[in-house]
């Protein structure tokens, strides 16, 4: 039941983002990548990840997307038109892509841990609670740096957004 | 379920799958990187490689039995959100100064 | 495989209830702002316009499907589809009432029940933009593109101060679980003030509630927030260019967000399925002496019928018959457990959906930049302040 | 906990204040800061001593650990013993009074709040100085002093002598710091620590070196740093320098706290210096020969402040020559007393240049007794004080280190002697010069005002009174209790010489005034070497100062940074841009080309970990 699961969603995730580098219209790549992103919230429940998956689904599906697809209608971006370029890039780039991941997935099979698998329900360390736990104690520091960060990035895109620039 | 298939999967996903998934999407958000040119695309392929970063981060949280490995891509999510509002708020000024999404137009730093 | 049947039946029973719920709470609605207007409202099809609904239903299924020049189909048709599944998900998370046996099957009235429940309505409602704007997209018409970019820059600002606004009574319950705030917020102050958490200390959460029913007006995109829909001012919004069945997903989809968003409110913090007041009190006669109270009133209209409307003469009894039969149902001792609990769960669901149309019969429209501004300037302060105060009182209440 | 750090931590907040808000407030708000500060910490230091009762032993209060880095574990501390209490009052105390005269003498001036927040800053440095429980921390307060003394000396920095002066201070003193920083990289490597109670813990069943061993060497190293704080032999030439500062800070610094540091330093290291004899006699004979040279140059110095700068220097030999003969407790008390009348000497010349609106020079003044009375009088205290006239303050501490020098070596005492005679020919010298005879200056003469005389007659008691303080019997557990025995010849010669220079100077200036430029036409080569300062600035300026200079710009700059450095980076410079000339062809601009180059070099790093195998 668990490898039914993961293969199907990892299936999807990776249909999804294929969709996503195929696509030439930008909210068809938008949509893809939601797709991909709800694919692995269901993968991180597998995992124990409530929370994160909750997050996932909150804040890059349900905000950060949201965000890019506003962005591309209020351009009213357009698929992109063909080039003869890319035939060039493509010999150089394909080759190039699958030995990255080939090296990497060699690489991962070679000194992934022996034995280790994962089992539905045997890590339950990810709930709301413990995350919170972690959140507020061990990693208070960076939790409050990262508020400095959003209110720096509001304010970077409020003085972008102005009409002057 | 039928019981073939039952013994043709392991019962239990090995860890290392989780991770050349994460490989494959990661590689797949650098071929977008690398094949698209609308700059909203690009970005969003650089989304996709977070998104796989935090699959493995997740995953080893669950080997380690650690909840840390959350936290991370907590803060990758915070980091992608904050990168989202200031990268987009830059294309729309691209935009609005250039007229154009075409990375490959974008390539000089003065108008 | 106990379990895949029993879910299965819940499954059923739940779409069912709900969607024909939907379907007339439409009817409802109408009937309402019909009375508060001074209308008979529907009355026609059926007595008392009872079978509107259903007619509702055969005009639009049958009704030509246009689908406009140029529209980028596959997202076209994926957009009523998606709002309408985002909108039914939720539900799958909300408990009902208590755990109950049913013919010796032990099982929680609801689907599920997650420990991440709260966070899970949170999720498919912001989920539920997606069908807004991949509909107005897709529609090929800047009306409608207008009016989605308008809905979810509405939506994703409210999710905010509604977000905030449902953290404050975690705080008290301390847990996301549905089932787990119902069971926090049993019990009674001085054996008469229910432990709700509007009423529960350490900080009573009623303007939590407040910004949370606000916050959720404009989520489902009703008056005084409803500016996605206004068809006067604005031409609609994203389901400007839908008809046919189509359209009709859409409308589903908002008064099944309808429902979900009442039943959240009135589980997060009326105490769920708990009564108003005590048992010993006889808080269990409430909703016989409800549907009796109703019963005779309806024997009452009956009797005074007036010429112009000679069926009442007829339907009215016949209804006072129908709750005379429902107030006896919850004195049978074994559908008694059962029945309480979802009658004050409904009762209260009820209140909240009546107070959306009421609120829809009083109050005027917002204009797009007043709503705005009053997410950022005015509800979200307030949340954030709201969820500090009550944060502080919780720290310093507990230990 | 007796909070300790309060006491330095008062001045800091008054300078503070005064430093970030002084522009802003009024004179009186910058006073209150300036002036309250200062007296809060002198009330805390009263608190503090009152609550510690009689401090046989030291009172170690601990902050934090400051470095902790391999042997190096430094902790920031306070401690009081006795020794630190006499010097904590002597600092609070006349810093107070000081404080107060400031504020009459710097009226009209310009960088009223900058003029006091330095000198709430110089408080909180000496105090922290003084409170210190290990070297490094002293170094700190040390440091600090020696920072605010610049900036003091050079107030007036529009004026170029002024601030000549603040720089030569700061130079020759940070050769005498180079000195102790060396002595406690020593101290560190031979005891492992810095602390006071530790390193004299350790130090204490070692061997006396009367060979010179590591311990003298160390014990050298602090001379040179207390040299050259304390304006000794041969890095004294700062100090008289110093006196283009305003004149509360030559009384306050140059005077009363700062130059007696080094003094402290030695006094507190006395358990480092009874092991290493050597050292200790060169500490007293540098002492001494500091006395002689300058007290002979004070004799024919013109300007009031220069002369009193140069009987500093000579007052502070005579301490380093009650440390250097074991006297540590006498060395102490003379700092003390010494303290009292030459801040008092100090604030009485200031108040003379006050009332003859900035006029320094001797020969422009006379016959002034009836015209500031209140001066006078407080001045004339002084003069006595110093001149070793029983039974004030200056002839007890004085008696006390000549007695002890006689105890030691018989001609220490007797040159000692002669340097008393001299020190008391050159005060009354100013004093005859300044009040007798007629008024030979241009300036309408008037008094002070009350926040000037008075502190000069809190100060004026104090140095007839302040011998009766017992010093050196408080002082007793700090350096054990060994006396020179007391003999009543010995007292009697010296008495004598003060006496013989008083009526001398009386001769001279009184009742003929006529002799002295007979006497020094009569001495000719001599009297112009002793009236140049023995050309001992233009033979640093020849041997140092002048070599050091041509020595770096032709080779340092013109050759090795002109030549070497710039070339080195010129060449890097050209370097950088031929290598860039070729790789700007990878900088297309295009984004998508970057990131193809960024997952070559993941390829690469990847390859190269999956070629390294299974190593982990």
């Keep these: 039941m668990d490898a039914l699961l993961f293969l199907t969603f990892a299936g999807i995730a990776v249909l999804c983002a294929i969709n996503l580098i195929l696509q030439t219209h930008p909210i068809s790549s938008a949509l893809s990548l939601v797709g991909v992103m709800g694919a692995l919230a269901v993968l991180y429940l597998l995992l124990g990840g409530a929370f994160i998956a909750a997050v996932q689904l909150i804040v890059y599906a349900g905000a950060v997307m949201v965000l890019f697809l506003f962005v591309i209608m209020l351009l009213n971006a357009q698929a992109e038109r063909t080039t003869s370029k890319p035939a060039i890039?493509?010999?150089?780039?394909?080759?190039?892509?699958?030995?990255?991941?080939?090296?990497?997935?060699?690489?991962?099979?070679?000194?992934?841990?022996?034995?280790a698998a994962v089992r539905f329900g045997e890590?339950?360390?990810?709930?709301?609670?413990?995350?919170?736990?972690?959140?507020?104690?061990?990693?208070?520091?960076?939790?409050?740096?990262?508020?400095?960060?959003?209110?720096?990035?509001?304010?970077?895109?409020?003085?972008?957004?102005?009409?002057?620039? | 379920m039928p019981a073939e298939i039952t013994q043709l999967l392991p019962a239990a996903v090995p860890l290392s799958w989780?991770?050349?998934?994460?490989?494959?999407?990661?590689?797949?958000?650098?071929?977008?990187?690398l094949f698209r040119r609308n700059i909203i695309t690009v970005f969003m392929s650089i989304e996709l490689m977070l998104n796989a970063v935090n699959l493995t981060f997740v995953a080893f949280s669950y080997h380690l039995k650690q909840v840390d490995g959350h936290i991370f891509s907590f803060f990758v999510m915070v980091v992608a959100a904050a990168e989202a509002t200031v990268g987009l708020a830059i294309i729309l000024t691209v935009f609005k100064n250039r007229a154009t999404l075409e990375i490959d137009e974008v390539s000089s730093m003065k108008l | 495989m106990n379990f895949y049947i029993v879910t299965l039946i819940k499954t059923g029973l739940v779409a069912a209830v709900l969607l024909t719920f939907c379907a007339y709470l439409v009817w409802i609605e109408r009937k309402v702002l019909a009375h508060i207007q001074l209308r008979p409202g529907p009355y026609r099809v059926g007595p008392h316009g009872l079978l509107q609904p259903l007619s509702d239903l055969i005009k639009l299924v049958t009704k030509e499907g246009v689908i406009p020049a140029n529209v980028n189909m596959f997202y076209y048709l994926l957009a009523p589809f998606l709002s309408v599944a985002l909108a039914l998900v939720s539900i799958a998370v909300i408990p009902f009432g208590p755990v109950v046996e049913v013919f010796g099957v032990k099982t929680q009235m609801g689907l599920t029940d997650l420990d991440i429940g709260v966070l899970v309505v949170l999720a498919m409602s912001s989920l539920g933009v997606y069908g807004m704007v991949i509909g107005g997209w897709a529609s090929n018409s800047k009306y409608s593109l207008m009016g989605s970019l308008r809905s979810s820059a509405q939506m994703?600002?409210?999710?905010?101060?509604?977000?905030?606004?449902?953290?404050?009574?975690?705080?008290?319950?301390?847990?996301?679980?549905?089932?787990?705030?119902?069971?926090?917020?049993?019990?009674?102050?001085?054996?008469?003030?229910?432990?709700?958490?509007?009423?529960?200390?350490?900080?009573?959460?009623?303007?939590?509630?407040l910004l949370f029913m606000i916050a959720a007006f404009a989520e489902t995109n009703r008056v005084p927030f409803d500016l996605p829909e206004a068809e006067t001012e604005l031409v609609a919004g994203f389901h400007t260019e839908y008809s046919s069945t189509m359209f009709a997903a859409f409308f589903t989809a908002e008064y099944a967000s309808i429902t979900t968003i009442c039943c959240v409110a009135s589980l997060l913090f009326l105490g769920g399925w708990h009564p108003l007041w005590p048992a010993e009190y006889g808080s269990d006669f409430a909703p016989v002496a409800l549907f009796l109270g109703a019963a005779l009133i309806l024997f009452f209209h009956g009797a005074q019928a007036v010429k112009a409307r000679m069926w009442d003469r007829f339907t009215f009894p016949a209804f006072g018959v129908v709750m005379l039969g429902l107030a006896g149902l919850f004195l049978v001792p074994f559908l008694k457990p059962l029945l309480v609990p979802l009658f004050w769960f409904a009762a209260k669901t009820g209140l909240l959906i009546f107070v959306f149309i009421w609120i829809r019969g009083t109050l005027p429209r917002f204009r797009y930049d007043q709503l705005m501004r009053f997410a950022w300037l005015t509800l979200f302060p307030a949340a954030v302040v709201n969820l500090l105060v009550t944060g502080l009182a919780v720290a310093l209440t507990t230990n | 906990m007796h909070q300790l750090w309060l006491i330095p931590a008062f001045p800091l907040i008054g300078f503070l204040i005064n430093g970030i808000a002084g522009r802003r407030m009024s004179k009186t708000a910058v006073n209150t800061a300036a002036i309250g500060s200062v007296l809060l910490s002198f009330l805390w230091v009263l608190k503090v001593l009152a609550g510690l009762g009689s401090l046989e032993d030291a009172y170690i209060e601990r902050y934090f650990t400051w470095i902790q880095s391999g042997i190096v574990d430094v902790s920031f501390d306070f401690a009081v013993d006795r020794l630190s209490a006499v010097m904590l009052l002597v600092v609070t105390g006349i810093g107070l009074l000081i404080h107060i005269y400031a504020t009459g003498y710097m009226s009209h001036e310009g960088g009223y709040y900058r003029f006091f927040a330095y000198m709430n800053l110089f408080m909180f440095f000496m105090l922290t100085l003084v409170l210190a429980a290990n070297f490094l921390v002293l170094f700190v307060g040390w440091e600090g002093v020696g920072l605010c003394s610049y900036l003091l000396i050079g107030f007036y920095f529009h004026k170029k002598s002024a601030g000549d002066a603040g720089k030569k201070a700061f130079v020759v003193n940070r050769i005498g710091d180079f000195g102790f920083s060396l002595a406690m990289f020593l101290i560190l490597v031979t005891f492992g620590s810095l602390?006071?109670?530790?390193?004299?813990?350790?130090?204490?069943?070692?061997?006396?070196?009367?060979?010179?061993?590591?311990?003298?060497?160390?014990?050298?190293?602090?001379?040179?740093?207390?040299?050259?704080?304390?304006?000794?032999?041969?890095?004294?030439?700062?100090?008289?320098?110093?006196?283009?500062?305003?004149?509360?800070?030559?009384?306050?610094i140059h005077a009363a706290t700062m130059v007696t540091a080094g003094v402290y330093m030695v006094a507190r290291s006395a358990p480092l210096f009874n092991h290493a004899p050597i050292a200790l006699e060169v500490v007293a004979i540098v002492g001494l020969l500091t006395a002689v040279m300058s007290a002979t140059i004070g004799l024919t110095q013109y300007d009031i402040k220069k002369v009193f700068a140069y009987s500093t220097v000579s007052q502070l030999g005579y301490m380093f020559l009650g440390l250097g003969v074991g006297a540590y407790d006498a060395g102490i008390f003379h700092v003390m007393t010494h303290a009292f009348f030459k801040a008092l000497l100090f604030l009485g010349a200031g108040s003379v240049i006050h009332a003859l609106a900035g006029e320094q020079d001797l020969r422009m003044m006379g016959g002034l007794r009836k015209k500031i009375p209140v001066t006078f009088l407080t001045l004339f205290c002084a003069a006595i004080a110093i001149a070793g006239v029983p039974p004030f303050s200056g002839f007890m501490s004085k008696d006390?280190?000549?007695?002890?020098?006689?105890?030691?070596a018989p001609w220490m005492y007797w040159v000692g002697v002669v340097t008393a005679g001299m020190t008391a020919f050159y005060v009354f010298r100013a004093i005859f010069m300044c009040f007798f005879g007629t008024y030979r200056g241009t300036a309408h003469p008037h008094e002070s005002p009350l926040s000037m005389t008075g502190p000069l007659a809190v100060l004026a008691l104090l140095s007839l009174?302040?011998?009766?303080?017992?010093?050196?019997?408080?002082?007793?557990?700090?350096?054990?209790?060994?006396?020179?025995?007391?003999?009543?010849?010995?007292?009697?010669?010296?008495?004598?010489?003060?006496?013989?220079?008083?009526?001398?100077?009386?001769?001279?200036?009184?009742?003929?005034?006529?002799?002295a430029d007979a006497v020094s036409r009569l001495t000719g080569k001599l009297y112009t070497l002793i009236y140049n300062k023995y050309f001992v600035d233009e033979l640093y300026d020849a041997v140092i100062v002048h070599p050091t200079r041509d020595g770096s710009r032709a080779l340092l700059w013109k050759g090795f940074d002109a030549g070497i450095i710039d070339g080195a980076v010129n060449g890097a410079g050209s370097l950088a841009r031929m290598i860039g000339g070729g790789l700007r062809h990878m900088q297309s601009g295009y984004i998508r080309r970057y990131a193809a180059w960024v997952v070559l070099g993941a390829i690469v790093l990847l390859a190269a970990a999956a070629g390294m195998g299974g190593a982990r």
Aim: with cysteine; aromatic share 10%; net charge neutral.
């Design chain 4, 465 to 515: 009174g302040g011998g009766y303080l017992d010093v050196p019997h408080y002082l007793a557990p700090v350096f054990g209790g060994e006396h020179a025995p007391h003999e009543t010849s010995l007292v009697v010669i010296s008495v004598l010489a003060g006496a013989a220079g008083i009526l001398l100077a009386l001769l001279f200036y009184v009742i003929k005034p006529g002799l």
């Design chain 3, 156 to 209: 994703v600002s409210y999710e905010l101060p509604m977000a905030l606004a449902i953290v404050a009574p975690l705080l008290l319950v301390n847990t996301l679980s549905f089932r787990e705030i119902v069971a926090a917020q049993e019990g009674f102050y001085f054996g008469v003030l229910p432990k709700w958490n509007i009423f529960a200390g350490p900080l009573p959460q009623a303007f939590s509630f």
């Design chain 2, 18 to 33: 989780y991770l050349v998934l994460s490989a494959i999407l990661f590689t797949l958000g650098v071929a977008g990187f």
């Design chain 1, 89 to 115: 890039r493509a010999w150089v780039s394909v080759p190039l892509l699958f030995t990255f991941v080939i090296l990497l997935a060699s690489l991962i099979i070679q000194r992934a841990p022996a034995g």
């Design chain 4, 400 to 408: 006390a280190i000549l007695l002890a020098a006689h105890h030691h």
């Design chain 4, 195 to 252: 602390d006071f109670a530790r390193v004299f813990e350790k130090v204490g069943p070692m061997a006396v070196e009367h060979q010179a061993g590591v311990i003298t060497l160390i014990c050298l190293l602090l001379l040179v740093g207390a040299a050259g704080k304390s304006a000794q032999l041969p890095l004294y030439v700062w100090l008289p320098d110093a006196m283009e500062g305003p004149t509360p800070v030559s009384a306050l």
């Design chain 1, 123 to 165: 890590f339950t360390g990810g709930s709301v609670a413990n995350v919170g736990r972690a959140l507020f104690t061990t990693y208070l520091l960076p939790f409050e740096i990262t508020s400095i960060l959003i209110l720096i990035a509001i304010l970077g895109a409020i003085v972008l957004a102005r009409k002057e620039i």
